[in-house]
């Protein structure tokens, strides 16, 4: 229909808001009809008044979000756009589930709604009636809020999210490390049409390159040195859930390509199986590296890159949404005594000073810096001289360590094989560990000793200490290239 002479139906109990969306609308030619009730808006919907909705969510007599499934079904072709001051991801999720065509935070921006009205009345109307089990969406009526902000940064991801909900669409979340990636994947699954199933989470930086075929798809048992039970992948235990794939940048070559033959095929084998498994797993992968910039190195698939990155969302760093540090900070100071701290509160000063910083580690720097400040500072509250202190100690000690990696290879081992075990949570790595990360070790070993002698194996195996034909085995198990054109002396 075309949106000229169009009848709009205004609901809010803000008298200024219902003033400002007469005169802009109705000098866009539009005729408007306005109300600061519900009852006065369900009256006009019941009688056939209007072509598109405009309503608040906080009204005296009814939230306007109740009214959303009566709407639907008694107008199933009435686009509703909601606007609400509570801007949490849960108002946007429930505006989406409950049928709005859209949802804007206020304050809202006047140009982005009347973009809005005229893309909702020029929308083809193909809207399917919400039936009685549809109506009341199984999500939380509290708010435990999944993610925490109201700056315009996060409403964007909100109104993204809230899109992708009823979808199994793959989808890509980039962003620095601390800004809350895995927050982003549980709150898709949690309130997704999967939220039923198993939320599966893997990181591909804590899994040794030998082991994570194995982690992900499982392997029967005999498959290699140490298989001695069959052992289920990550893919198999998400089934009919979401599979979370953190740090995808630092996926293997090899890895990668049997990652792609399963979302073209929509199966998998185990490690050394036979029969197909099909995957009934929604996947949402992670990273804070450049992916294009590891294609152009030839580090990462492009056409695995385009598969995973259906719907990318790109979390913004602190600094970018520095409007939301108080209510972080809030947050995290209401979690503290479930860890036996006491609740600390922030002052003017301080909280302006916190908004100053930069961030580098991001909203898990603000979470650590308020667990600090709980534990340290006897006060109840804390002002800018304890920020200040804090802040400074933390660029002193970062400066006077210098590079953190581990400085000798036990110590690098450790480190990796922490996170290794970390990222299985309370369960165990599968069977066969030992000789996996002895392969693991092995393989960048002979290769870089190879390297450092520039392929000559006689060589080599006289640094590693190895009998020449013990090098050769090794290079054949561990299929390890050999560089062309240096003379071998073999």
Not at 194 to 222: C, Q, T, Y
Not at 330 to 355: M, N, S, T, V, Y
Request: glycine share 8%; with cysteine; aromatic share 6%.
């Amino acid at each position: 229909m075309t949106d000229q002479r169009a009848s709009i139906l205004v609901a809010d109990d803000d008298r200024a808001i219902r003033t400002v969306l007469n005169q802009a609308l109705a000098r866009l030619g539009y005729d408007v009809k306005s109300t600061g009730t519900a009852a006065g808006l369900w009256q006009w919907v019941e009688e056939g008044e209007g072509d598109l909705v405009i309503t608040d969510v906080v009204m005296p007599d009814e939230n306007g979000l109740d009214m959303l499934p009566r709407i639907r079904r008694a107008r199933p072709d009435l686009r509703v756009i909601v606007m609400s001051a509570q801007n949490t991801l849960l108002t946007a999720v429930k505006a989406s589930e409950r049928g709005a065509f859209e949802y804007l935070p206020k304050p809202f921006d006047l140009n982005e709604l009347i973009a809005t009205v005229r893309k909702a009345l020029s929308a083809p109307t193909a809207a399917p009636v919400v039936t009685a089990d549809q109506a009341e969406p199984a999500l939380p009526t509290e708010e435990p809020l999944p993610l925490i902000g109201r700056s315009p940064a996060m409403q964007d991801i909100y109104r993204v999210l809230a899109r992708l909900m009823g979808t199994d669409l793959t989808v890509m979340i980039t962003g620095e490390s601390g800004t809350g990636k895995e927050l982003v994947a549980r709150a898709l699954h949690d309130y997704g049409k999967r939220r039923d199933g198993p939320f599966v989470a893997i990181n591909m930086a804590a899994i040794p390159r030998e082991l994570i075929e194995s982690e992900l798809f499982g392997h029967e048992k005999g498959a290699f040195t140490g298989a001695t039970v069959r052992a289920t992948g990550r893919f198999e235990q998400a089934q009919g859930g979401t599979l979370f794939l953190d740090e995808i940048g630092d996926m293997p070559l090899e890895a990668q390509t049997r990652l792609l033959r399963v979302l073209q095929e929509g199966e998998y084998t185990t490690v050394g199986g036979r029969l197909p498994i099909r995957a009934d797993v929604r996947i949402v992968a992670a990273t804070h590296r450049d992916l294009r910039q590891l294609i152009r190195q030839g580090l990462f698939r492009e056409d695995l890159f385009y598969r995973l990155n259906v719907v990318p969302i790109r979390l913004p760093a602190l600094r970018e949404r520095v409007e939301d540090v108080p209510d972080l900070a809030r947050h995290f100071f209401l979690q503290l005594p479930q860890e036996g701290l006491p609740i600390k509160h922030l002052d003017p000063g301080a909280l302006a000073r916190l908004q100053r910083y930069a961030w580098p580690g991001n909203v898990r720097e603000l979470e650590n810096l308020c667990r600090r400040l709980s534990a340290l500072y006897a006060e109840e509250t804390i002002g800018e001289e304890a920020i200040d202190a804090e802040l400074a100690d933390t660029v002193e000690r970062e400066t006077l360590s210098g590079d953190s990696s581990p400085d000798n290879l036990s110590s690098a081992v450790e480190h990796h094989l922490t996170l290794y075990f970390s990222a299985h949570q309370d369960g165990l790595p599968a069977p066969g560990l030992y000789d996996r990360i002895l392969r693991e070790v092995e393989r960048p070993l002979v290769t870089l000793c190879l390297n450092a002698t520039r392929g000559n194996q006689i060589k080599a195996a006289e640094v590693l200490g190895l009998n020449r034909n013990t090098l050769r085995k090794k290079i054949r198990e561990l299929d390890i290239p050999v560089i062309r054109g240096v003379r071998s002396d073999l």
